[in-house]
């Protein structure tokens, strides 16, 4: 099965709306969690993180908390605006040993399309 | 501009041809991966370097695809007898593996379309 589960989009919000992005993930021991962001025309961008459980990652009003007993690190934003239209990727990469250190790959989910009106 | 570059930005290409892909990675960056990224799917990992050390390679990556990183600076990803199913967003990520914040940084990816 998958390893990062999304919720499917569209999603369509008028601008200052409450946005939820929901991400489930199937991983093997301690994960390092990720979203990043895609705006039209551009490359993938890092949005927040978080490496270990409870922690919360946060970056331009966006949220989401590392929940290892649901498995989920769902993205919100309170108040979102026009210029927060992109796709939405969750990630997820294998931790490593050592202090800070990751082993390589990522694995993402398929994508939330946000589309903010205003 | 520091950032990962690729290029070339766009391929159209017919059945049956080779193609190769280039990818400059942030300069002080000793992890270097491949992604494959088709439309409405999220990117799909294909293989990592650390310099110039293949570390894994995914099921994806069939031995019509090679991937060399030979000074651990730049990589190329050749893809020999393109076939239509390998038309996609082929994406260079690069990152500092050295105990410090995990990130992997992204290219602008190279569109191949194969005819």
């Known amino acids: 099965g998958d390893s990062v589960t999304q919720m499917e989009g569209p999603v369509t919000l008028s601008e200052e709306a409450f946005l939820t992005i929901n991400c489930t993930y199937t991983?093997?021991?301690?994960?390092?969690l990720f979203w990043y962001v895609q705006y039209p025309g551009e490359g993938l961008q890092l949005l927040l993180k978080a490496t270990k459980a409870d922690d919360k990652g946060s970056n331009k009003g966006f949220e989401a908390t590392y929940r290892k007993e649901t498995t989920s690190f769902h993205l919100e934003k309170g108040s979102v605006q026009v210029s927060d239209s992109a796709v939405y990727f969750c990630a997820w990469g294998e931790r490593g040993q050592g202090r800070g250190s990751t082993l390589g790959r990522l694995y993402f989910g398929r994508g939330t399309q946000l589309t903010v009106w205003p | 501009d520091t950032g990962v570059s690729q290029n070339p930005r766009h391929k159209i290409t017919k059945r049956g041809q080779n193609v190769t892909f280039r990818c400059d990675p942030i300069s002080e960056h000793n992890r270097l991966y491949w992604y494959r990224q088709t439309l409405g799917q999220g990117p799909e990992f294909l293989t990592y370097f650390q310099n110039e050390a293949q570390l894994e390679k995914s099921r994806l990556l069939s031995d019509r695809f090679s991937a060399e990183r030979p000074k651990g600076s730049f990589s190329t990803l050749e893809i020999q007898r393109t076939e239509q199913g390998d038309s996609a967003m082929y994406l260079c990520?690069?990152?500092?593996?050295?105990?410090?914040?995990?990130?992997?940084?992204f290219g602008p990816g190279t569109r191949l379309t194969v005819l």
């Open positions: 991983a093997t021991g301690y994960p390092s």
């Open positions: 990520a690069s990152s500092l593996e050295a105990g410090g914040p995990y990130e992997q940084f």
